[in-house]
């Protein structure tokens, strides 16, 4: 009876962190809270939590937190997430809920509300990482495009993106329209243009190629995503009757299933 009480005192524990963490129902996503309990991720960077406390309930959400990163890593191709050397998850509130370079993730967990936006995070941010990191150049020459003070060099894969829609990194073509874009936040800059895209290309390809009928620009960047980024793979192929939405934000949008890729 001890040894009962004992593993019931804990499934409701759990319950009750999952509860806490996402404001949709547990049946909505059970395909994404089984791996729980595979706590390595299929990755060989650094990894490191802060603020989480040494109590079962922070040590379960830190490991629900942990299975949402690995399923989204899973359902990528290995090249993409290979630039990444350091992933930090922040248990605390922040105004921006990913921060990345070319080489770092932080994730301030506080200010993610369920599993599906903790994905949509990540990927985003991922996006910054294959922009940023595995698609840039090493010895073009400078083009109009920087990060920051960093320049993008000409043979960066990049460039061929960001030109669809912009002159330099925060100036948007002349004729530019927001259905030229897959949501209102891709028009800040050339690099939120990629990671948006680079996230509703992985997570939502039936809303991708609905958008595509309103601009040619928008069928552009969806065949750069298919060719130079995921090899030619589409997803969500059965789903093709969908609604044309405008979004402001991509990684807000639900999640159906996050299916592992084949080939890492």
Same mark, same amino acid.
């Given at each position: 009876?001890?040894? *009962?009480?004992?593993?019931?005192?804990?499934?409701?524990?759990?319950?009750?962190?999952?509860?806490?963490?996402?404001?949709?129902?547990?049946?909505?996503?059970?395909?994404?809270?089984?791996?729980?309990?595979?706590?390595?991720?299929?990755?060989?960077?650094?990894?490191?939590?802060?603020?989480?406390?040494?109590?079962?309930?922070?040590?379960?959400?830190?490991?629900? &937190?942990?299975?949402? &990163?690995?399923?989204?890593?899973?359902?990528?191709?290995?090249?993409?997430?290979?630039?990444?050397?350091?992933?930090?998850?922040?248990?605390?509130?922040?105004?921006?809920?990913?921060?990345?370079?070319?080489?770092?993730?932080?994730?301030?967990?506080?200010?993610?509300?369920?599993?599906?936006?903790?994905?949509?995070?990540?990927?985003?941010?991922?996006?910054?990482?294959?922009?940023?990191?595995? *698609?840039?150049?090493?010895?073009?020459?400078?083009?109009?495009?920087?990060?920051?003070?960093?320049?993008?060099?000409?043979?960066?894969?990049?460039?061929?993106?960001?030109?669809?829609?912009?002159?330099?990194?925060?100036?948007?073509?002349?004729?530019?329209?927001?259905?030229?874009?897959?949501?209102?936040?891709?028009?800040?800059?050339?690099?939120?243009?990629?990671?948006?895209?680079?996230?509703?290309?992985?997570?939502?390809?039936?809303?991708?190629?609905?958008?595509?009928?309103?601009?040619? *620009?928008?069928?552009?960047?969806?065949?750069?995503?298919?060719?130079? &980024?995921?090899?030619?793979?589409?997803?969500?192929?059965?789903?093709?009757?969908?609604?044309?939405?405008?979004?402001?934000?991509?990684?807000? *949008?639900?999640?159906?299933?996050?299916? &592992?890729?084949?080939?890492?």
């Amino acid at each position: 009876m001890p040894m *009962l009480l004992c593993f019931c005192f804990m499934i409701l524990s759990l319950l009750a962190v999952i509860n806490s963490f996402s404001t949709t129902p547990l049946h909505a996503a059970p395909q994404r809270l089984t791996p729980l309990i595979q706590r390595t991720l299929p990755w060989t960077g650094h990894f490191s939590a802060r603020n989480f406390k040494k109590t079962r309930t922070d040590r379960l959400r830190l490991s629900f &937190v942990k299975a949402q &990163v690995r399923n989204s890593i899973l359902a990528l191709p290995k090249w993409h997430t290979d630039p990444l050397t350091t992933l930090e998850i922040r248990n605390e509130s922040n105004i921006s809920r990913g921060l990345s370079s070319s080489k770092k993730i932080i994730l301030h967990t506080n200010s993610i509300d369920t599993s599906d936006e903790l994905q949509g995070v990540f990927i985003h941010e991922l996006g910054h990482i294959v922009d940023l990191g595995a *698609l840039k150049g090493k010895r073009g020459s400078r083009t109009k495009f920087q990060d920051g003070k960093n320049p993008v060099l000409s043979d960066d894969l990049s460039v061929r993106f960001y030109e669809i829609s912009w002159t330099s990194a925060k100036t948007q073509k002349r004729n530019s329209q927001r259905v030229d874009f897959v949501s209102g936040y891709a028009q800040a800059d050339c690099f939120e243009d990629f990671a948006e895209s680079y996230l509703m290309y992985r997570l939502h390809g039936e809303n991708f190629r609905a958008l595509t009928q309103q601009s040619p *620009l928008l069928q552009k960047k969806y065949n750069f995503m298919k060719t130079h &980024v995921f090899g030619n793979i589409e997803f969500d192929l059965e789903k093709e009757d969908v609604a044309l939405t405008a979004f402001f934000d991509t990684t807000l *949008l639900p999640i159906d299933t996050l299916q &592992v890729l084949a080939k890492r």
